[in-house]
Each structure stands twice: as structure tokens, then as C-alpha cells.
């Protein structure tokens, strides 16, 4: 289990959304970066999805009330375990007392992903753990984390000790920069934008309003021009989706968006840099890029495969033989895979020098 000493800002439960219901008006919601909880659950060992707690600009404060695994993954907000600075992007092994808290955001970064092995076992609703505010549903109570809340955890695997110390090498690790471009595709309307209008969008910077949370990032700056007025029949609203309202300033759609809207959409940002809106805060500047459908899905792609190699790795760090330690006694474990199959095999051999 782990007690919420402090809440921070704003942390709550996430795991990759409640798909399958937004037919119904449900939202997904989930993680804002699902690339960054998918790679710290790869690091403690756990499913892709399971459920992590998201950190908004100043952490939490979480003791840990069972030893176990953890990772803080995403942007470097400055995580200490019990006030000694630890790495992001590790796994670390806690003990019951230990206490996780954060400096807080500087330049690495706006939010981060807390994993723990067994993941964070709040009641499923709607097949997801993820808070979703606006409803208050899923999560914790449906709402953000609060000082005293305790978050039960699941059972983490087998091997968990052997993950300590593992670490995401840097070059499959997201890069957070100043003022990012990010890349979209066209949107559906954007024969409803004059070519005025569509180059202010392309060819202009903008900034993250303070109007901005997990639904969406208003923008702030040169007013985009429609060609015959912002309105259409509400349709399908996709995460990174970018809406012009009629008085012409972009808001990019995230992952508590709503399930459909009534303005155009101009451009959609692609999947692979849904991780960079992720890490920005109020104030934090950025330009657009147009991008064919064939380049954003390399980028998905790409993205995937470095998941996939974030978990080969891990995979093959825990696999490696135990270090023996002390005189007498040589133990160890690893995890043996055949054919499908996967066994977790632990030996204890003695050299005749201590008692059995």
C-alpha cells in the first residue's frame, strides 16, 4: 500500500483510458503521456497498462508501506527518496517507511508517471483504473489525491528485486525541449480555414494558456481566420485533435477531451508527440509542423518499437545471474522462457563453509 503524506498539485490514478465507451458520451481519459507510463511499467515489471499515479509540476509525497519497486518516468521533477535525490527513469527498490517526495518541476518537464510493481489497484470501472475528473469516476474516489488517501497495491511479480538499479538508457528516453515543434496531420475541416488563416497556423508561434488542465491546452496567439464562419455538425473529438472556435485561437484537444465537438478542427496532432504537449505548462511556447499520414504512423511505429526494447532490456537485466553475496551461501533466481512458457526458477547452493 502506499499513504498520501502530501497530494502535490495535482495527482492522480492512470492507467491507457477507458476505450470502448465514447459512443456513449464516456471519455477515455488516462495518462497524458502513455509512452512514459508504458516504459515505467516496463521498468518494475508490470502489463503495459497497469495503473500509475500522474504528478502535475509539484509531486507528492508517498510512503511506501510494503517494500517493492518503483519508477518515476516522464519529466525530472526532482524525485528524493526519504530527502536523497534519486534517478528518473530507474527502478528503485523502497522498503516499508521509505518515503518518495519532489523538488518539483524546472526544466525537465511538467508531469511524471509513478509506477509501482503490481500497479496501483484501484476498483476497475468501465475496464479502467483511470481518473476522470469532470465525472468523478475511476481512480481514487474519482478524484485527486488528497493527504491520509492509502492506494492498495497489486502483487508485484516474482523477480522484482532483481529490476533494481535497472535504468532506460537516454536515447529511448522522450526529449523534453524549450519550445517544441510538433508535428500534425491536416484535420477534417481544414477547407473551412481561409489560406490566410491556414498559414497563420503553420507559420506562427504559440503559447499554452493558463485556461489549460488534462481536456485540452488553449492556445494563446495569432488568431486563426475561418473562411465562412466556425461552426459544423458535432463529430468524433481524437486525442491531439485541434479545434478553432470562432473567435480563431487553437485548443488542442488531451486525454479527458469530451467524445465529440461542433468546431472545426484544423489539424490533429500525431500520437508520436502527444508526449511533448505532455511535458508543457502555462506559459511554455510551441510551433505546428505539417506532416504526412505515412510519417506520423513511422513515428507510432517508432514508438512502439522502443517500447518494445525498453522491455527486451529490462527483460534481459533481470535474466542475468545473481550476485553472490557473503561466504557461504550462494543463491539467486531468473526467470526461464520456452516456448511460450515462462518459469521463475530460484536455486540456494551452500560451499560447505557455513551451516545448513
Not at 133 to 161: A, M, Q, S
Not at 191 to 210: L, R, W
Not at 295 to 311: G, N, P
Request: overall charge negative; aromatic content about 8%.
Amino acid at each position: 500500500m502506499i499513504t498520501v503524506l502530501a497530494p502535490g498539485l495535482l495527482t492522480t490514478v492512470q492507467d491507457l483510458g477507458r476505450w470502448g465507451f465514447q459512443a456513449f458520451g464516456m471519455p477515455v481519459a488516462g495518462a497524458m503521456d502513455v509512452y512514459s507510463l508504458m516504459a515505467g511499467n516496463a521498468v518494475v515489471g508490470n502489463i503495459p497498462g497497469a495503473a500509475g499515479l500522474e504528478i502535475t509540476l509539484t509531486g507528492p509525497e508517498l510512503r511506501f508501506d510494503s517494500p517493492g519497486l518503483a519508477c518515476v518516468a516522464g519529466g525530472d521533477l526532482g524525485p528524493l527518496l526519504n530527502g536523497f535525490p534519486v534517478s528518473s527513469w530507474e527502478g528503485i527498490r523502497v522498503s516499508e517507511g521509505d518515503v518518495l517526495s519532489f523538488r518539483g518541476a524546472a526544466s525537465g518537464g511538467a508531469r511524471a508517471w509513478v509506477c509501482v510493481g503490481g500497479g496501483v489497484d484501484v476498483p476497475l470501472v468501465m475496464g479502467s483504473r483511470s481518473t476522470y475528473l469532470r465525472g468523478g469516476l475511476g481512480g481514487h474516489e474519482g478524484r485527486r489525491l488528497k493527504r491520509d488517501d492509502v492506494l492498495p497495491c497489486g502483487n508485484p511479480d516474482t523477480l522484482w528485486p532483481r529490476g533494481e538499479g535497472f535504468c532506460v538508457p537516454s536515447s529511448l528516453r522522450p526529449q523534453v525541449t524549450g519550445e517544441p515543434q510538433v508535428r500534425v496531420i491536416p484535420g477534417p475541416q481544414e477547407d473551412m480555414f481561409s489560406p490566410e488563416g491556414v498559414d497563420s497556423f503553420y507559420n506562427s508561434g504559440y503559447s499554452v494558456g493558463s485556461e489549460s488542465d488534462r481536456m485540452g491546452y488553449r492556445l494563446e496567439g495569432p488568431a486563426v481566420e475561418h473562411s465562412n464562419g466556425a461552426d459544423i455538425i458535432s463529430d468524433a473529438v481524437a486525442q491531439g485533435s485541434i479545434q478553432v472556435p470562432g473567435h480563431g485561437f487553437p485548443i488542442v484537444m488531451l486525454a479527458d477531451r469530451q467524445t465529440t465537438g461542433g468546431y472545426p478542427k484544423i489539424a490533429t496532432v500525431i500520437n508520436a508527440d502527444l508526449q511533448l504537449l505532455s511535458q508543457m505548462a502555462p506559459g511554455d511556447g510551441l510551433t505546428f509542423r505539417r506532416v504526412q499520414v505515412s510519417e506520423a504512423a513511422e513515428a507510432s511505429r517508432k514508438m512502439m518499437e522502443a517500447l518494445r526494447t525498453i522491455r527486451s532490456l529490462a527483460a534481459d537485466y533481470r535474466s542475468r545471474p545473481a550476485k553472490y553475496r557473503g561466504r557461504s551461501r550462494m543463491s539467486g533466481n531468473m526467470r526461464l522462457c520456452f516456448g511460450g512458457d515462462c518459469y521463475d526458477v530460484s536455486w540456494s547452493a551452500f560451499d560447505g563453509q557455513g551451516d545448513n
